[in-house]
Each structure stands twice: as C-alpha cells, then as structure tokens.
C-alpha cells in the first residue's frame, strides 16, 4: 500500500494551490458572496505558536466549504506590521525595523502556508508599506476635515530614562516594565480623535449584531452610559464652584466629605499653606501611578485633605475637600461627591480617615458595609419616604429649579489618544506654519513617507521629544516661500488594524482606498474571527472608524462586522522547581501523575497556564507539522472541543486524529499493494449505508454552519469507522467523505481525490447534497407513565440514552402537567420501550 506520506503530500499540493491559484477571490461582482476574515495577526520574531492557528483553521474550513456551497469567497491574510516591539528590536540591536518586519512576515507567511489555509495571497497587505498607509493617512484627513481630530494637552506615562511614552500596561509599581525605571505622569501634546462623538451610536448599534453577549457587556461597558445628574458644590467665600457628576442624586444628602483628582487644576489655589506640603508630596507620588494602578478595587485608599471646604447644595453643611489618586481628571469632571454609606469605595476611604458616614438610604447596616441597594430614603429632608427612582426625579428637578444642577447623561468613553512618541508608525499627514497652526496636508501629496533615521531611540530630554524630532531635514521645509514644520508624533498601531478589511476588497488600487462598486458587494464581513484580547478597543476603533466613512458616504454599510467570534484561549502544562523557576517543557518526564525533571530526576510542580515562552510551554506547529502533518493538525485544534472554549493543548493526543487520517486513507489505497482499494465497489451498500451518508452529509453541513467544527469531525469518524468494518466499499460513499473531509484535512483529501481518478481540484467540487427523507434519523416511540398510568409518547432516536430520554419525557406537556406540585420518587428507564415516573403529591 503507498504509505500516507504527509511530508511528500502537503508540499506537493500547497505548490499546486499556488501555480494554479486555485484561491484566488472571483472578480465578478454578481452572485452570492462570503467575506470570511481572520483578525490579521502582529508578526513577531517568535512566529506561530500552536494556538494562534485555531481560528486561522476555523474561518479556513468555513471558506472552503462556502466556495464548495457556490459563493464567492474572499478570503485574505495581511500584517499588522507597525508598533512598539520592531522599534524596541531595532533600538537594541541597530537593525531597522523595516528589516525586522521583513523578516518577521516571511516567516508567518511560511508557517501560514505550511498548514494549506485557502488564503488569497494576491491580496496580502502590510500596514508599513507606503501603499497601504497612504490610505491610512488619507482616512485620518477625512476624520480630521470633519472636526473628528484635534490636539489636546493630556497626562501621559512618561520614562525619562527610556525617553518614550508608555501604555498603562507597560507601566507597574510606578516603573516601566522594560528595565524597571522611574515613571512619572506628565502632561503633553497630543492628536485626539473625537470617538465621544459617536458613543450613542456605538451602543445602540450592538444590538443588531451577531456577537457573543459578553462581547456587547464588554463594550457597552468601556462606553459607560449612564443618567444621572451635574451637581455644582459652591466655595466658601469664593466665586469658583465645584461640578461633579452623579448616578445617584438622591443620595445628596449622605454627601460628606469631597474628593478632588491630584491633577485638577483647582487643587493649587484651595490647598491652605499648612497643608501644602502634603499636597505637593502626595500628588508627587500620583503622578508616578498608571490610571490602572489608581483605580485598581483592592487598592489601599490613600488621600490628603487639602485644608479647604465646599458647600452641600442639598443642606448647606460644608464638608472637607480631599485629593485621593483613586479620582482620575480623565474621567468626568475630576471631581467626586463622596457618599460613603452608599458607595463601597467611599466607605472604606471615609472608614480609614475617620470621616462622618451617614445612612440615607434604608436596608443595610453602614457600620459594617456600604449599601447600594434600594429602600426607603431617610435623613433627607424632603426625600424622605421615597423610593430610590422617585428620589432620583425629584431631587434632579429641585436642583433644577434652585439653578445647582441639572439632568445629565453622561459616558465613562472618553476621547482617543491617538499620538505616540514612537518611530515606527504611520507619520501624521499635517503640517504647521511659523505661527503654529495646523494644516492638512493635501490628499494628492500622499503617502506622507516615514524618513530613514540612523538612531530610532527618542531624545532622552526633560520635555519629551518624538525620535522623528531628529529627522530634521524633513522635519523642517520651505515651500513656495512659506516655512513648515511637520508633526513628529506617529500613529499608533490601532490606527493600521482600524480599516484593513476595507482595503481586502480592492488592495491594488493606487487611485483610490477601495472601488466603491467593490465595497458595496463585499462589505460587511459576514463572519470575523479573533482572540478576546481585541474585544474592546479594537472592534471599538474600527466601528467608529467605520461609521465615520459611512457618514462621509464612503463605505455602503453602518456596522463592519455581522458576525463575530472569538476562539478560545489554547493553554498547555507549565512546569516549575522549588524555587519556583519555569523549566522548559522538554525537559520533564511524567512518572504516573508526577512530573520528573529529566536531568535532575527532581520533582516538579505542574498547572494548566496561558501558554508563553517565558514559561517553557510553548509548542511550535513546525515540529507538529514535520512529525504528524499539517491536516492531523488541523484536525486535532477542531477537534479539542467547541472554538470558543479555552482548552488544554496534548501533542500526544495528535496521534488519534492522524490515526483517523490513515483510516480514510485505507479506504482509497490498497493496503498491501500500489494503486487503489481492490474492494471499491459500485452503488452504495446497501440501505443503512446510504442512510448513514446522508446524515453525515447533513450533520456536517449543520455543524460547520453552526461552527462545531468537533461535532463535525466526529460525524466522519463514524462513518469511517462503518466503511473500515463494512465488507464492500462503495465509492460513491468513500468520495463523498472525501469531500467532506476537504476543508478539514484538505493536503489528504485532495490526494485521495486525485488517485480516485479525479483531474480537478477537490477544492474546485461542489458541497455534497442530502436527501432529507433518508438523512432523517430512525425515531422509536417511547411510552411515558406517571405513577404507572401512561400519559404520553416520546418520539426520539433509537440510540437515545437514559439521561436525554428522561430530560425530554419530562419536557412532554401532559407529562409535566402531572409532575408540577409533586416530589420525585424515581424515575423507570426500560431502553427502547418505557419510561415511569414514581412520585408523590406535595402537601398542601
């Protein structure tokens, strides 16, 4: 028999694929069509690990059975090639980050095209290449002509020592994560785009889209509508006021003390000189806090009372003013309205420093905790005896009246800080006259170019300076008579990742972003697969993004995304000594459920964890791939469990998938000699054959639709299986399991296909068809009792085991009508044939 040769099989048929073009996207704009897109992956110099293939695998197997269904499918993979770790690379080892990049994407796109995925490579597209940001410029213009873009004087994290602005995640304990130097929060000049804008829209249009319900929380969150109201606190002796803004306004009266941001601009003039020093001291050490360290739940609350008072609008009392770091003046007015009986944070702060706390809602014990629920409001004057929604109406429309606040929703989105201190990024196409003004540069002179630069490291300076700052030839240029300076901020990765699948309709077109035409037929993406790592600012951009060209009329849908899924997380075993060091992965043996450390023979403790490379646990898919072959691998990511689920990665549990493989492949190949199967046989075996090839037609078909890509796999596992223990082989059972098998384990299908005797790509045929009537499963009537007496007949499958038979029969409405308002005794099962439930009446 000819051996099952995945190393000669799968590079033969990824070259044919290639000569052949045999993925390439249809350019008829007629018919039905499939835009099935992967979240375009960073190309990092550590390339694939096993788990970034599993969605990759999922939208493939979705695109080859759509193209097989007669859709156009487009179908394409691109790079998200600009940010921060090309740059850290280059500045470390002087190797510009366009030749990093290079390398990084050449090597994705081998290990890509080493798993077969149908991708239309005609179409690739990289965010560093001139003809791809030119674009990305160009949108920018269109978001700044309409207003959507401006500069705005903002904190950022910055590390004078690095010389670069860092993300809040890159900052921990005050220091930056790469090197663990000082970070301090600073204000500075920065693009901002106008996301607020649109938050309205951005919420009530998640509702129409097929996405996971956690996803919307998510996102419904980041954006953070609420109703409540603006409260203005007035100052002793002063004409400056205090706004806040509140959720709960009928709480105004439990309001006792105030707590201001460390950065709000009025701390400096109330601060009282005997409490400035500790003022000073305290906001010294808030600045060198991320927002997330601030605002984390578990964090100890620390403040410094400023020596100052506001005045409670709600009963004139004064009440002291505290700057705390856990208030952030990027979020609403800087300034909070502290009710500690009735909001968990106050509570503890007020606990803490001793500050009065007073119950004015009723229902809980505020000597032990805050209360958040409703009741009756108390100590309030004329709120009491009101609920808490009544409450909230009429205090909102006494503010009103007394001109001391008023209705207000408000957003905890705020606008986007769309500039970074980095090299590597799109360069901003905007310009300043000698005055300092900005200016756009005109469309026709686009791409704005990113200069060469010899040290890619920002100017390590007290004030900030971007590294393009010393490109100063192109930083600096006259034109016809005029001086102008250009922007040396770049954009930040989103801004590449924001529109992408817009330019996969239309990627060589140098006149324009996309044909309108082509837009019009393949947007929006029918189904859009990546990690949960993008489930908010990602999505987020591109819609607003999104919505802004739709207003603009340049893109034909409002939403970009129909369907979304996200692929679980692939996690694996990590292993570490007593000392709790990682050891790498290779080097443990397991002795039963022990895990052996293979050079010292010493135990080791093991957990299922994220994979990573700092922990030893990452699996390479080359080594998958050389040793079982890139369909068993295929098969085994699909088969682990549902996409959506986390699950444990097992590399010896490849060796069941590749074993389904070899059993297929036996059923085409003769197995002791060349050539094919001698036992191929005509017709299709008989009744209960032909039956079981419907329902595996049928219940794949339901299972990739449904994106069960394991229930799928399993279905074939039975039928091969059936035709391995059957005595004749008909062929028309066997090539239609091949067919089936193709967008799985597509090398093997299309070498099965080809010895069949088949000239065309199996990529090429036609999805198999099922008759309904022979794919419907063999139903056997059940009778269902109560106490003896039968009530009902459960149809079901003749295979139906004791726990689905019961859960339906108690599902039957006479059934359950006699079961409501009693106590289960037991429960009969005889298979096949009856099912009695024994019970007995409650007690009235």
Same mark, same amino acid.
Request: hydrophobic share 35%.
């Given at each position: 028999?000819?051996?099952?040769?995945?190393?000669?099989?799968?590079?033969?048929?990824?070259?044919?694929?290639?000569?052949?073009?045999?993925?390439?996207?249809?350019?008829?704009?007629?018919?039905?069509?499939?835009?099935?897109?992967?979240?375009?992956? !960073?190309?990092?110099?550590? =390339?694939?690990? #096993?788990? *970034? %293939?599993? +969605?990759?695998? /999922?939208?493939?197997?979705? @695109?080859? !059975?759509?193209?097989?269904? =007669?859709?156009? #499918?487009? *179908? %394409?993979? +691109?790079?998200? /090639?600009?940010?921060?770790? @090309?740059?850290?690379?280059?500045?470390?080892?002087?190797?510009?980050?366009?030749?990093?990049?290079?390398?990084?994407?050449?090597?994705?796109?081998?290990?890509?095209?080493?798993?077969?995925?149908?991708?239309?490579?005609?179409?690739?597209?990289?965010?560093?290449?001139?003809?791809?940001?030119?674009?990305?410029?160009?949108?920018?213009?269109?978001?700044?002509?309409?207003?959507?873009?401006?500069?705005?004087?903002?904190?950022?994290?910055?590390?004078?020592?690095?010389?670069?602005?860092?993300?809040?995640?890159?900052?921990?304990?005050?220091?930056?994560?790469?090197?663990?130097?000082?970070?301090?929060?600073?204000?500075?000049?920065?693009?901002?785009?106008?996301?607020?804008?649109?938050?309205?829209?951005?919420?009530?249009?998640?509702?129409?889209?097929?996405?996971?319900?956690?996803?919307?929380?998510?996102?419904?969150?980041?954006?953070?509508?609420?109703?409540?109201?603006?409260?203005?606190?007035?100052?002793?002796?002063?004409?400056?006021?205090?706004?806040?803004?509140?959720?709960?306004?009928?709480?105004?009266?439990?309001?006792?003390?105030?707590?201001?941001?460390?950065?709000?601009?009025?701390?400096?003039?109330?601060?009282?000189?005997?409490?400035?020093?500790?003022?000073?001291?305290?906001?010294?050490?808030?600045?060198?806090?991320?927002?997330?360290?601030?605002?984390?739940?578990?964090?100890?609350?620390?403040?410094?009372?400023?020596?100052?008072?506001?005045?409670?609008?709600?009963?004139?009392?004064?009440?002291?003013?505290?700057?705390?770091?856990?208030?952030?003046?990027?979020?609403?007015?800087?300034?909070?309205?502290?009710?500690?009986?009735?909001?968990?944070?106050?509570?503890?702060?007020?606990?803490?420093?001793?500050?009065?706390?007073?119950?004015?809602?009723?229902?809980?014990?505020?000597?032990?905790?805050?209360?958040?629920?409703?009741?009756?409001?108390?100590?309030?004057?004329?709120?009491?005896?009101?609920?808490?929604?009544?409450?909230?109406?009429?205090?909102?429309?006494?503010?009103?009246?007394?001109?001391?606040?008023?209705?207000?929703?408000?957003?905890?989105?705020?606008?986007?800080?769309?500039?970074?201190?980095?090299?590597?990024?799109?360069?901003?196409?905007?310009?300043?006259?000698?005055?300092?003004?900005?200016?756009?540069?005109?469309?026709?002179?686009?791409?704005?170019?990113?200069?060469?630069?010899?040290?890619?490291?920002?100017?390590?300076?007290?004030?900030?300076?971007?590294?393009?700052?010393?490109?100063?030839?192109?930083?600096?240029?006259?034109?016809?008579?005029?001086?102008?300076?250009?922007?040396?901020?770049?954009?930040?990765?989103?801004?590449?990742?924001?529109?992408?699948?817009?330019?996969?309709?239309?990627?060589?077109?140098?006149?324009?972003?996309?044909?309108?035409?082509?837009?019009?037929?393949?947007?929006?993406?029918?189904?859009?697969?990546?990690?949960?790592?993008?489930?908010?600012?990602?999505?987020?951009?591109?819609?607003?993004?999104?919505?802004?060209?739709?207003?603009?009329?340049?893109?034909?849908?409002?939403?970009?995304?129909?369907?979304?899924?996200?692929?679980?997380?692939?996690?694996?075993?990590?292993?570490?000594?007593?000392?709790?060091?990682?050891?790498?992965?290779?080097?443990?043996?397991?002795?039963?459920?022990?895990?052996?450390?293979?050079?010292?023979?010493?135990?080791?403790?093991?957990?299922?964890?994220?994979?990573?490379?700092?922990?030893?646990?990452?699996?390479?898919?080359?080594?998958?791939?050389?040793?079982?072959?890139?369909?068993?691998?295929?098969?085994?990511?699909?088969?682990?469990?549902?996409?959506?689920?986390?699950?444990?990665?097992?590399?010896?549990?490849?060796?069941?998938?590749?074993?389904?493989?070899?059993?297929?492949?036996?059923?085409?190949?003769?197995?002791?000699?060349?050539?094919?199967?001698?036992?191929?046989?005509?017709?299709?075996?008989?009744?209960?054959?032909?039956?079981?090839?419907?329902?595996?037609?049928?219940?794949?078909?339901?299972?990739?639709?449904?994106?069960?890509?394991?229930?799928?796999?399993?279905?074939?596992?039975?039928?091969?299986?059936?035709?391995?223990?059957?005595?004749?082989?008909?062929?028309?059972?066997?090539?239609?399991?091949?067919?089936?098998?193709?967008?799985?384990?597509?090398?093997?299908?299309?070498?099965?296909?080809?010895?069949?005797?088949?000239?065309?790509?199996?990529?090429?045929?036609?999805?198999?068809?099922?008759?309904?009537?022979?794919?419907?499963?063999?139903?056997?009537?059940?009778?269902?009792?109560?106490?003896?007496?039968?009530?009902?007949?459960?149809?079901?499958?003749?295979?139906?085991?004791?726990?689905?038979?019961?859960?339906?029969?108690?599902?039957?409405?006479?059934?359950?009508?006699?079961?409501?308002?009693?106590?289960?005794?037991?429960?009969?099962?005889?298979?096949?044939?009856?099912?009695?439930?024994?019970?007995?009446?409650?007690?009235?």
């Amino acid at each position: 028999m000819p051996k099952y040769d995945h190393l000669a099989i799968e590079p033969k048929w990824q070259r044919y694929w290639d000569t052949h073009q045999t993925f390439k996207t249809p350019e008829t704009l007629e018919g039905p069509k499939y835009y099935v897109l992967d979240m375009f992956p !960073y190309p990092s110099g550590a =390339g694939l690990h #096993v788990g *970034h %293939p599993e +969605g990759y695998t /999922a939208t493939d197997i979705v @695109a080859r !059975y759509k193209r097989a269904n =007669g859709f156009n #499918v487009l *179908h %394409p993979m +691109g790079w998200d /090639a600009f940010g921060l770790p @090309a740059e850290q690379y280059a500045i470390k080892t002087g190797t510009h980050p366009a030749t990093t990049t290079a390398n990084n994407v050449a090597n994705f796109k081998r290990q890509l095209k080493s798993l077969g995925f149908s991708y239309d490579w005609a179409r690739e597209i990289n965010t560093t290449h001139p003809d791809y940001y030119k674009w990305t410029q160009w949108i920018f213009l269109q978001l700044y002509k309409k207003g959507l873009a401006y500069i705005a004087e903002v904190p950022v994290n910055w590390c004078p020592e690095l010389g670069t602005v860092l993300a809040n995640e890159e900052v921990i304990n005050g220091l930056s994560e790469r090197g663990g130097h000082p970070v301090i929060r600073k204000p500075m000049r920065q693009w901002m785009l106008k996301i607020t804008e649109y938050a309205d829209r951005l919420l009530e249009d998640l509702e129409d889209l097929d996405w996971p319900e956690s996803i919307k929380i998510m996102q419904r969150n980041w954006i953070g509508r609420s109703k409540g109201s603006d409260i203005v606190f007035e100052l002793p002796d002063r004409k400056e006021t205090i706004r806040v803004y509140t959720t709960r306004p009928d709480t105004l009266f439990g309001s006792t003390y105030m707590v201001l941001s460390p950065e709000h601009p009025l701390v400096d003039v109330l601060t009282s000189e005997d409490h400035r020093e500790a003022v000073k001291a305290y906001r010294e050490e808030a600045a060198r806090k991320s927002d997330l360290e601030r605002t984390e739940l578990d964090k100890s609350k620390t403040g410094v009372f400023i020596g100052a008072y506001a005045i409670n609008p709600a009963n004139d009392k004064q009440i002291p003013i505290w700057i705390a770091d856990y208030v952030l003046m990027s979020y609403g007015t800087g300034a909070i309205m502290a009710v500690p009986g009735h909001d968990s944070r106050d509570w503890e702060f007020a606990t803490k420093h001793g500050i009065e706390i007073i119950e004015v809602v009723s229902g809980g014990d505020i000597t032990v905790e805050a209360y958040s629920g409703d009741g009756k409001v108390v100590n309030s004057g004329f709120l009491d005896g009101l609920d808490v929604p009544a409450a909230k109406e009429k205090m909102i429309a006494w503010l009103e009246a007394q001109g001391k606040g008023q209705a207000t929703i408000n957003y905890k989105l705020r606008d986007w800080l769309f500039s970074r201190q980095r090299y590597w990024g799109e360069p901003f196409p905007i310009m300043f006259d000698e005055q300092g003004n900005h200016h756009p540069l005109p469309e026709e002179k686009l791409p704005l170019h990113l200069p060469e630069v010899e040290d890619y490291q920002p100017p390590k300076t007290e004030n900030p300076q971007p590294p393009l700052s010393k490109a100063t030839d192109w930083v600096q240029f006259e034109e016809d008579g005029t001086k102008w300076r250009r922007e040396t901020n770049t954009m930040p990765q989103w801004a590449g990742s924001c529109w992408y699948y817009l330019r996969f309709v239309d990627p060589r077109n140098p006149e324009k972003a996309w044909d309108a035409a082509r837009e019009k037929y393949w947007m929006p993406v029918d189904l859009y697969v990546g990690g949960a790592e993008h489930a908010v600012l990602h999505l987020l951009y591109a819609r607003f993004w999104h919505k802004v060209l739709f207003d603009a009329g340049f893109v034909s849908t409002e939403e970009p995304f129909t369907k979304l899924i996200n692929q679980g997380l692939i996690t694996a075993f990590s292993f570490k000594d007593d000392e709790g060091r990682y050891v790498h992965a290779d080097l443990v043996d397991f002795d039963g459920n022990k895990a052996i450390h293979k050079e010292t023979g010493a135990s080791l403790k093991f957990q299922i964890e994220k994979m990573s490379k700092a922990k030893g646990n990452v699996a390479n898919p080359d080594h998958i791939i050389h040793e079982f072959g890139a369909d068993a691998f295929r098969l085994y990511e699909m088969f682990m469990g549902p996409l959506e689920a986390s699950k444990p990665w097992n590399t010896k549990s490849i060796e069941g998938v590749r074993r389904f493989i070899e059993r297929v492949w036996r059923l085409v190949m003769h197995e002791e000699g060349e050539g094919l199967n001698p036992g191929l046989s005509d017709g299709v075996g008989g009744p209960e054959l032909e039956k079981l090839m419907h329902q595996t037609i049928k219940g794949v078909t339901e299972d990739i639709e449904g994106l069960r890509m394991n229930t799928a796999i399993s279905k074939m596992m039975v039928l091969t299986n059936t035709l391995t223990k059957a005595d004749a082989k008909p062929r028309v059972v066997i090539e239609t399991l091949v067919k089936l098998m193709a967008p799985f384990a597509p090398h093997a299908a299309e070498e099965m296909w080809s010895a069949l005797g088949h000239d065309r790509s199996v990529s090429l045929e036609s999805w198999p068809q099922y008759d309904e009537e022979l794919a419907r499963e063999n139903l056997i009537q059940i009778v269902v009792q109560v106490n003896g007496k039968k009530r009902d007949i459960l149809e079901a499958p003749a295979e139906i085991g004791k726990d689905d038979a019961l859960a339906k029969a108690r599902e039957l409405t006479r059934v359950a009508a006699h079961l409501n308002g009693c106590t289960l005794i037991k429960e009969v099962f005889v298979p096949g044939r009856l099912i009695n439930f024994v019970v007995r009446p409650n007690k009235k």
